[in-house]
């Protein structure tokens, strides 16, 4: 079967401070991967997305980044974190070539809060 | 743009019926459907296909009017694990990855 882990599970960071959080997938190969932000009360906004190794795309411009240096990892980072930065990030993966085909399984999620 | 959902709240009381609106202005390939509990990950529900194609949860029913681009999801007889937020994403093209996720609709079902 197969299982995504998210760490931290909760972060608080100060302003300005650099960011990195780190996703992984078990029990599968070359899974379609995802960066959703969740602001308290809101949906979900995708950051990023992933069809493979070292192939990203943006979808929210702003101070983020993402890299996926293995096949099931991926990382988001920031240099300079911003208040606004604050939320819940959840990473998903999914089968197949098309993620609008098939189902996303979320993982645990990450609570940042920027102070 | 964001898929337009309601109502945005509803409370029900075990074993109640109730029916969660997904709308869009895009024409739709895919509408997913999760949901999810306080402070935990978003749960895969259902996904609903152009063409009528169907795959998700034994337990819960949804429609989608490719026309109208719409959908619903469907709760019946209403239990106390059925609370939560529920969430509709959208894709628009077979290809594509992108899913646009409503604000989301949140479920109380009291005893």
């Known amino acids: 079967s197969q299982t995504i882990h998210q760490w931290p599970a909760t972060l608080v960071q100060p302003v300005g401070s650099p960011l990195s959080l780190e996703c992984t997938v078990e029990?599968?190969?070359?899974?379609?991967l995802y960066w959703y932000r969740q602001a308290a009360g809101r949906g979900l906004q995708l950051l990023f997305y992933s069809v493979g190794i070292g192939q990203i795309s943006s979808e929210v411009p702003q101070n983020l980044s993402a890299s996926r240096p293995q096949d099931r990892q991926f990382i988001l980072s920031s240099k300079k974190l911003l208040l606004s930065d604050s939320g819940f990030y959840l990473c998903?993966?999914?089968?197949?070539?098309?993620?609008?085909?098939?189902?996303?399984?979320f993982g645990p999620g990450t609570r940042l809060t920027v102070t | 743009q964001q898929p337009v959902q309601s109502p945005q709240a509803v409370i029900l009381r075990e074993g109640e019926d109730a029916v969660i609106n997904c709308s869009s202005s895009?024409?739709?390939?895919?509408v997913h459907w999760y949901r999810q509990k306080h402070g935990e990950a978003p749960v895969f529900l259902m996904i609903?296909?152009?063409?009528?194609e169907q795959k998700g949860h034994e337990k819960i029913s949804a429609s989608f009017n490719e026309k109208k681009q719409q959908s619903s999801l469907y709760l019946t007889a209403s239990q106390l694990s059925y609370s939560g937020t529920y969430f509709c994403?959208?894709?628009?093209?077979?290809?594509?990855?992108?899913?646009?996720f409503g604000k989301g609709t949140k479920l109380s079902v009291i005893p």
């Open positions: 998903a993966w999914s089968w197949g070539r098309s993620g609008a085909r098939n189902e996303q399984y």
């Open positions: 609903l296909l152009k063409g009528g």
């Open positions: 029990g599968t190969s070359n899974p379609n």
């Open positions: 994403g959208t894709g628009v093209g077979a290809g594509s990855y992108q899913l646009t």
């Open positions: 895009k024409a739709l390939y895919s």
